[in-house]
């Protein structure tokens, strides 16, 4: 390989503000599924502490670990107090999206 023409092949730019490497990476589509996710995880988040609401998915289509790690991140991602839950033999292919505490293992009774 013949060595570079250019005296100068290394060269510094100009230097920029820190909060531009901080700003948001461009959006990806939103497929359906996490569309009306977010739509129903906005309904749990206006709903009183103790109602329930669920979210039906097609089994065929989606598996449970697949729609609650979806519903899971989009709550982070909106920062709203929306726990997310399942539960097999009750609601066999529904999420459900409630503010109140969806199961009483692990807390102590009173």
């Known amino acids: 390989m013949p060595p570079s023409k250019d005296p100068k092949p290394y060269t510094i730019g100009e230097p920029f503000d820190i909060s531009v490497l901080k700003k948001a990476k461009p959006a990806r589509a939103a ?6 996710l977010e739509k129903a995880i906005m309904q749990a988040a206006a709903a009183a502490e103790s109602q329930v609401i669920r979210f039906f998915f097609d089994p065929e289509k989606d598996k449970v670990a697949t729609v609650k790690a979806a519903a899971k991140r989009i709550v982070k991602a909106m920062d709203v107090p929306v726990n997310v839950g399942y539960s097999k033999t009750r609601f066999p292919n529904a999420i459900l999206l409630s503010r109140g505490v969806l199961s009483n293992r692990s807390r102590p009774s009173k």
């Not at 497929?31 to 009306?36: E, G, I």
């Open 31 to 36: 497929s359906t599924r996490d569309v009306v």
